[in-house]
């Protein structure tokens, strides 16, 4: 169960603003069902060209609902110049705050209002918020890479999992992660954020000598009780640039799936550990 | 925990421990603490107890054999569900080396699931069969993914989403047509709907206690005379030496009393807890547009009822239940923390608008028929609330 503070379940259980605005100067449209979440927005200006009526529908969670009746809260009696600044912090400030993986609807929020206005001055808007530019990075959510980095950039985000709590990228099969990344550390290229692997090339700057010694670490910590699990065993042979030549004794040797259990166990825990450039060589 | 009235329908997610079962087990937690394995009278004459709880637990699933002490020897404690399951698999795949695939269906629990994702990681072949949209596994496709390299099918008994019974005999001739071990999460089945191991072609089957009135953190693997075993807990000699650790005792003979319990009712609970379900579908049907009832209406669990509610998400239906003390499940993506439906109503291919607003009711024997009632008044302005929210309802849909 998901724990919201009081202020985000009286949004949740009493919304303010539900519905649609008869006539509406800018109708925002973004999300779909497909992921779960779906605001539409519509907003009516009075004569001074501030925002004297907005009302929302939301399909989704008591999050998504209490973001939307916030954001309507938020935006009323503001200008479109004052509107358009408004950003999902700001919805999240109004409910105190949100679980981190429910951030995502306070985005939503944020791009149905930009959206609404973009409407409103006649700016083209893509069907599902989602910018018109860029590449798709996570093909589950349609979500792409100028998304991401605005993302990131508004709510300082460093980590790929960070970005699935603020727009679901990476959520379902997570086969886009490495590539979020890649986009995040080349954001963050002025200032990276801590990362946990060492990076190629500081794996690259070390001596031959403590190149070993990591391989070797990696091998002893995190590969070798895998295979012993199976009965089978491993050993450093040599290591030559970033190909890791290793001897599988013991069961693994004789075993028919030992190029998989090479491929997928040793190659795949150097990487993660050491470097994301190492082949693998058996003899 | 607050005081309010709580009307618990989630029963396939855990079950009240029942007041015999405390009762029994409670003797074990105070007087009663002797370890099983020692020498002494008082350790000695609790290893008779546990003999006591694995005869009910045999009786329970007509396991019928015995050793020349008179001991329902097929029947293995471990810690859970999940760790029965991780021990079948293990098993098979250690006693039949020579064999490297594991075929389960995609409606397994994550207990099977993501033991078959680790299986291939190590190397071994995990292929999952799908279903129908009801939730029917794909037969023909079982037996195309059938082969002499296979060591284990593993399919569940009854789906704990959607209470889909599903044909294990029949699954279990096809896997031993190619010498492959059959084993069956009965996890959800348990205590629920007979079950006849002695007429049967089950090799191995999995049981958790909290699905039937005991505690959390006591399961069951039976394993058919005869067939091969390697422990997947390796330790001292507990359990004829097929499960390392001393056996949790109290929880041991709560689940023998579980047992007994659920053995006396079957029949009669069988037929109550359908009257539930029926009262409460049939209900809602007739209240509530725009639903749909997931599953296999031919087979399945009598206590289970898995209904979709179009056009909105399920969290939110589950926090305004709440606020009624009304407790449920739900398939959305919301609630689990993960971002997409479950992986059963996908497997299932039923269309997002319903998956989102999918909710899982599961009765137990202490429900009423006034608590059905009391859902059955409260639930439909809860939906009326949230789809008069929702941009996709249309007014027009009520007709
Ligand atoms: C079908 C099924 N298998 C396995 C389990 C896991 O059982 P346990 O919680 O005892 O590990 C569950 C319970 O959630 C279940 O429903
Ligand atoms: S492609 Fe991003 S989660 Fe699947
Ligand atoms: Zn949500
Ligand atoms: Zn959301």
Redesign the pocket.
Known sequence: MWNYNEKVMDHFLNPRNVGEVENPDGVGDVGNITCGDALKLTFKLDENGRIADVKFKTFGCASAIASSSALTELVKGMTLEEASKVTNQDIVALLGELPEAKMHCSVMGMEALQAAIANYRGEEVADNGDDHEGAIICKCFGVTDTKIRNVAKQNNLHKASEITNFCKAGGACGSCLDEIQRVLDELWNNAPAEKAAPKLDDFNKLTTVQKVFRVQEVIDKEIRPLLEHDGGSIELVDLNGSNVIVRLTGRCSSCPSAGVTLKYTVQDKLREFVSSDLTVESI | MSDKPVIYVDN??TTCVAPEVLEAMLPYLTRCYGNPGSIHTFGGSVAKDVENARLKIAELLNADHRNPDGEATEIIFTS????S?NAAIWSALLTNPERKKVIASKV??P?ILNLGRELERRGYIFETIPVDGNGRIDMQALEEALDDNTAIVSV?Y???EIGNIYPVEEIAKLAHKHGALFHT?A??AVGKVPIDLANSEIDML?C????LHAP?GI?VLYVRRGIRFRPFIVGGHQEKARRGGTENVASVVALGKAAELAKNGMAEEVKYLSMLRDRLENGLLERIPRIKINGDKSSRLPNTSSVSFEFIEGEAILLLMNQFGICASSGSACTTGSLEPSHVLRAMGIPYTSAHGTIRFSFSRYNTVEEVDFILEKLPPIIATLRKLSPYWKEEYAQ
């Open positions: 396939n997610a859970c569900g999940t760790e399951d397994e629990h207990a569940m009854a789906n704990n999460d996890v959800q999995s958790s206690g909290h699905k959390k399961g």
